[in-house]
């Protein structure tokens, strides 16, 4: 475990319940905006606690000092309820890699920190423009699942459904700053989605290859333990491995109509693609 300085003092930190982790990420993410540093949030967080009086033993506060810790900082000064960062370092869980979400720090609750800094400073590319992923409020998430919900057809993934209801509304004419647009934008990521390509006129939509960490960090958000962390994780693999084949495929297929005379680069968006 890092050290922690704070006030010029190292902290004890002993073992919190994930309870009080829960506690203090929800703190965290009403603090969080669209720029900034998360790690600075979380350290704001704690400034507050302890402005409000609540001692080093609390079982909130001590998870705020090793969540600190984990995103990297190692010495911070309080005024009040603000802190200022004097010393930290890059961690994985600050830079909210797949790393950071090991089954002990999953079933502990200190992987939360690491799933802030990935869920809330994600950027997904659509048609290879590349979007910032702004988190939605519960509501608006709430309603574009009921819709993706029933139009899930049977057997279909849910990211494609998903990809789907983000082709209907940019036929809408909707742009990402529609916050619909953006709370399936969301919902993607969650599913670890990185590139999806959308073709109105052809009514083709295709994805490129998910990232594991951003699905691990939504689940972890959401509570799950590390077992069922691990079966997202496994799940996004088994995706990704039938992008590789359909990717192997269309290599092949290029190559023999081409007398396998030259080498075909693999597109950077590529995978499962249906008509609408």
Known sequence: MS????????????????????????????????????????????????????????????AGFEICASLGIKNMWTDGANANVTEEVATDAAQGLETAFGFAAVESGLAMGGALCNAFRRTINL?????????????SMETVARKVSA????????FMTGGRLLGVLLKEGKTVEDP??????????????????????????????????????????????????????????KVNAQFRQVADREVAAQRQAQGGEQRIAVPNVMGTRRRR
């Open 3 to 62: 050290s922690l300085r704070v006030n010029g003092q190292y902290v004890l930190i002993k073992d919190p319940e994930k309870k009080d982790f829960v506690a203090f990420v929800n703190l965290c993410i009403a603090k969080i905006g669209p720029e900034g540093s998360i790690p600075h949030v979380a350290a704001n967080v704690l400034a507050g606690l302890l402005a409000e009086g609540k001692p080093h033993s609390d079982g909130v506060v001590q």
């Open 127 to 139: 048609n290879d423009a590349a979007v910032r992923v702004l988190r939605q409020g519960r509501e």
């Open 151 to 158: 139009a899930k057809q049977i057997n279909e993934p849910i």
């Open 180 to 237: 619909e647009v953006m709370a399936v934008l969301c919902m993607l990521s969650d599913f670890g989605v990185t590139h999806v390509r959308i073709d109105l006129e052809k009514s083709t939509l295709g994805f490129g290859m998910f990232n594991p960490a951003n699905a691990m960090a939504s689940a972890i958000l959401q509570g799950l333990g590390a077992d069922k962390v691990k079966t997202v994780r496994e799940s996004v693999e």
